[in-house]
């Protein structure tokens, strides 16, 4: 079994910042792509960004030079450093992670059950 946790969520005001963080746990060799998504009411959910297990990352181009994506290895975690939010950024964020749960098996993608942002003064 493979859980992935998410956690930061908050109610901020436009222009602060915030940091979400996914731990995933269980049964797991490796964990290759990591990512987050968000979905707003009445919209589509929406790839905000993502980065390999060696750092390469992208982002969705709404949040370019204001979101960036990390993580650590060791501890089979990312993080998605929001800075300067906008209303338009208040939505459900989940995170994913493409996992080997033992060697030699095929990489299955993994979701945690979401962290509510909402940005409004």
């Known amino acids: 079994q493979v859980q992935l946790v998410e956690s930061g969520g908050d109610l901020v005001q436009p222009g602060v910042s915030l940091r979400l963080s996914c731990a995933a746990s269980?049964?797991?060799?490796?964990?290759?792509?990591m990512g987050w998504y968000r979905h707003a009411p009445g919209k589509q959910r929406e790839l905000v960004a993502t980065?390999?297990?060696?750092?390469?990352?992208t982002f969705a181009d709404s949040v370019k030079g204001r979101f960036t994506i990390s993580r650590d290895n060791a501890k089979n975690t990312v993080y998605l450093q929001m800075n300067s939010l906008k209303p338009e950024d208040t939505a459900v964020y989940y995170c994913?992670?493409?996992?080997?749960?033992?060697?030699?098996?095929?990489?299955?993608?993994?979701w945690g059950q979401g962290t509510q942002v909402t940005v409004s003064s």
């Open positions: 269980g049964s797991i060799f490796g964990i290759n792509t």
């Open positions: 994913n992670g493409n996992v080997r749960r033992q060697i030699g098996s095929t990489y299955s993608t993994y």
């Open positions: 980065i390999t297990r060696g750092g390469f990352t």
